[in-house]
Nanobody, 125 residues
Framework: QAQLVESGGGSVQAGGSLRLSCAVSVYTVRNGCMGWFRQAPGKERGGVAAIDPLGTKYADSVKGRFTISKDNAKNTLYLQMDSLKPEDTAMYYC????????????????????WGQGTQVTVSS
């Protein structure tokens, strides 16, 4: 199975920035749907952002603040998070479906085949 390893999580004050990285070692990120999900205590895991050859998708709560990108040569996925808010506090997971492009239900966990181990993001007020 694919290996996805996240890094870049940590603690930051409201208004600050973090960049998450996801190194993929088994398959190429060039095709399929790649994304970032997050899960806060007591909440369902939901999609934050996704990218495929057609473009990008974002949850309404992060539009204008988060940017998803990938480096095909490095086989790495990124999530640039700016203007962070306390409500962004969650465990963030790198996610992939290498066999499909992102569909209308990209934000649901059922759309994902492979998951990273997660990296914690904590935003203090």
């Amino acid at each position: 199975q694919a290996q996805l390893v996240e890094s870049g999580g940590g603690s930051v004050q409201a208004g600050g920035s973090l960049r998450l990285s996801c190194a993929v070692s088994v398959y190429t990120v060039r095709n399929g749907c790649m994304g970032w999900f997050r899960q806060a205590p007591g909440k369902e895991r939901g999609g934050v952002a996704a990218i495929d050859p057609l473009g990008t998708k974002y949850a309404d709560s992060v539009k204008g603040r988060f940017t998803i990108s990938k480096d095909n040569a490095k086989n790495t996925l990124y999530l640039q998070m700016d203007s962070l808010k306390p409500e962004d506090t969650a465990m963030y997971y790198c996610a992939a479906n290498p066999r499909q492009w992102c569909g209308p239900r990209w934000y649901t966990a059922s759309a994902i085949d492979y998951w990273g181990q997660g990296t914690q993001v904590t935003v203090s007020s």
